[in-house]
Structure formats: C-alpha cells, structure tokens
C-alpha cells in the first residue's frame, strides 16, 4: 500500500459491523486519520490495531488536507474513518477527497456500514428511489421550509435528526407533509435499536408519553399514498393568490410550479 486514500467504513454500534478488508486496509496504512481519535481508538484497541491516528475534523480540515495530500504524495497510504459509518456521508472528508483527486492521488472506497441504508431496508417503505437530506436545521422556520420544498418529490426521504428535536419536526412533518408514513429508526445497530412506524402525529404521541427521547436517529418519510390533486380552475386559483397580496406575474409562477407545468402552459390555460 503507497499513495492511496482510503474511505474506510467503520461500525454505527455493533462493532462486530466491520468489513475484513477494512481491518485489513486499517492495519496495513501508514496513518488513520479520525474525526476524534478517542473515538477510533476504541474501536482500533478493540481488534488489536496498534497504527497512528491524526485527527481530521470540520475544524481543523481546510488545514490538515494539506498536510495529508503533502503526506500522500511522500508515498504514504492514508485511511480516512468518521466516528461511525461512512465517512463523507454528513462527515468530514470532502475537502480530502477533492484535493487527493486533484493532485493525481488513488481515491479507494471502502465499504461498510451507512445508518442511512440500515435504516432504509428495515423501514418498510419504498426503495426504488429515495433521496437523502443529511441533517435538519434546528429552527422550526427552516425545517418547514425544507419540507415544503420536498413536498411534491416522488421518493423516501431520508434525514438525521437530534433526539432533543425530534418531537418538534414531528409536529413540521404532520403540519407540512400531512399524512405521510413516517419512520423513526433510533439506535441503530445497538442494544436499545428501535423502529417506530406510523403518521407524525402517532409518532409524536408516542414518543411524548416517555420522560425523554435518546441516542441516534434517523428518520424516514415516506411517498404520499395518494397525490393531491387541485383542480381549482387557473384563473380562479391566480385571483386567489393575488387577493392574498401575491403579484399577479409571481401568482402564475406559483401556479406553474404547483401544477407541474410552463408559465407558457399556465398562459395558454387561462386563454
């Protein structure tokens, strides 16, 4: 092994979740770069991998890339590992990556456990297609904006969410995103791993009657079982927007985008 990147996945509990070439790959490479090296070294102690770690972190990564792409083109082998999963899929890492592609540098994928497809191949929805959105914002403001900008995609959306909020984007997902199948997949891979099924408003009743919600989440909304169809009449649905203080110019655009058709199309409709 010399001048190769490596993105290796590493366990999201279960430290058994770990793939035999990883623990080759990080026992072979000249240096392990972790998110926390407290974190990996657990998991290095745990399977008997003595080699160096060096943090690489979203504060230290604009600076340390470069000391990794210098340490890769002196013939190094470098694994990259986040604390849990994938690294790069909502972790440190893409600066790394770039720059090791850009100076001519082997990138190897090595793959494992993802939180994201454990949670979507146990959750009972649709896999043919799904989009993944990584982390919420904290604000309720922000995560209502998010779902009314997703509300019309065809597919499972998939996000993380802190336990501390999960109550209140319930509350976003049922107000937006009204009767949706929702999903909560907690603990992954854990002792305490759980899957809870139902609306946003079973959900929330549920998980509002325990004294707290803990550990890791990822939460899964579903397609809409049945499309809403608005066959408001166009003129009709473009005055209403304006009484609202719309332009009329932003209520055809609003129209449009709704209906899935050209501002053309929208012209044409109300001739």
């Known amino acids: 092994m010399s001048k190769e990147l490596y993105i290796v996945a590493t366990p999201i509990g279960n430290l058994e979740d770990i793939t035999l070439r990883a623990l080759r790959v990080l026992r072979e490479a000249d240096l392990i770069a972790c998110e926390d090296t407290r974190q990996t070294r657990k998991l290095l102690d745990h399977y008997g991998i003595g080699k160096p770690a060096i943090s690489y972190h979203d504060h230290n990564e604009q600076e ?6 210098e340490r ?3 013939g190094e082998s470098i694994a990259l590992v986040s604390d849990a999963g994938t690294p790069l899929i909502s972790d440190p890492g893409y600066r790394l990556v770039r720059a090791a592609i850009a100076a001519g540098i082997v990138v190897v994928p090595i793959p494992g456990a993802s939180a994201v497809m454990g949670a979507l191949a146990a959750a009972g929805l649709g896999t043919d297609s799904f989009r993944f959105c990584g982390f919420l914002p904290p604000k309720t403001s922000q995560r209502q904006k998010i779902f009314e ?3 019309n995609e065809d597919c499972t959306l998939v996000f993380y969410e802190a336990p501390h909020r999960i109550l209140e984007t319930l509350e976003d997902i049922a107000a937006v995103l009204r009767g949706r199948p929702v999903v909560i997949a907690r603990e992954l891979t854990k ?13 929330h009743a549920v998980l509002s009657a325990r004294p707290s919600v ?8 579903g397609k809409a079982e049945h499309a809403e169809v608005d066959d408001t009449p166009i ?18 655009k609003n ?17």
Do not use: C, N, P, Q
């Open 235 to 252: 003129e009709e649905a473009i005055r209403a927007l304006e009484s609202s203080g719309v332009s009329r110019m932003d209520a055809i």
């Open 191 to 203: 002792l305490h791993e759980e899957f809870l099924r139902g609306t946003a408003a079973e959900l």
């Open 214 to 221: 803990k550990g890791e989440i990822t939460l899964l909304i």
């Open 149 to 151: 900008a997703l509300k």
């Open 255 to 271: 129209v449009a985008k709704a209906r899935g058709l050209s501002k053309r199309e929208v012209y044409k409709l109300m001739l």
């Open 72 to 74: 890769l083109e002196g």
């Open 64 to 69: 340390r890339t470069a000391e990794l792409i």
